[in-house]
């Protein structure tokens, strides 16, 4: 009696049984899907390589202890203008002409703007992490735990494209952080 073979299958049997065959619509079929096999092996290796170089900005020679981490997208968001708001609630709040502060407004747009599209690199982890303290003071300074801008933040899951929508600051925050790694 003949034994099966343990060894794992790989395309090499494949290859064997075109050579084996002479029905042409044989070979046809099986050197199309040789050419699918291989393809898909360029797309990962591709993808691989594309991986390890963004891994890059994580890997550093300082002293500090690194965790390595899993590297996922970055969650995506729509744009949201928070002028209106804020020089409303500057109205409301503090008695005082919203407008006069359309510069200072302009440049927390302009942030978020440029925090949408980030850069894999420091430069995009500083970007973050200038937005998320400019939240963090708005926050702070702005508005008492149960008052919002009565914004809707709009951010897409990394992993599913789900969209998510939230009035919270927090949720904008959660997002930013997530997207700091």
Not at 94 to 101: A, K, Q, R, T, V
Not at 129 to 155: A, C, I, S, T
Request: aromatic share 10%; net charge negative.
């Amino acid at each position: 009696t003949r034994r099966p073979s343990r060894r794992p299958r790989t395309a090499a049997p494949a290859a064997a049984h075109a050579r084996a065959t002479t029905n042409h619509k044989v070979k046809e079929t099986v050197a199309l899907e040789l050419s699918f096999v291989n393809s898909n092996l360029q797309l990962l290796k591709e993808e691989l390589e594309e991986l390890n170089s963004s891994m890059e900005v994580y890997q550093n020679e300082s002293e500090s202890i690194n965790v390595p981490m899993i590297p996922l997208g970055l969650k995506e968001t729509k744009e949201v203008d928070l002028s209106l708001p804020l020089k409303d609630f500057i109205c409301e709040h503090y008695g005082e002409d919203g407008s006069l502060y359309e510069v200072e407004i302009k440049e927390l747009m302009d942030l978020r703007q440029a925090m949408r599209t980030p850069s894999r690199s420091e430069a995009g982890l500083e970007l973050l992490m200038e937005y998320y303290n400019q939240l963090y003071f708005l926050d702070h300074r702005f508005f008492p735990p149960n008052k919002n801008l009565g914004v809707y933040f709009h951010w897409y899951d990394s992993l599913t494209g789900v969209p998510s929508c939230q009035r919270a600051l927090a949720f904008e925050k959660g997002s930013v952080l997530f997207n700091i790694g």
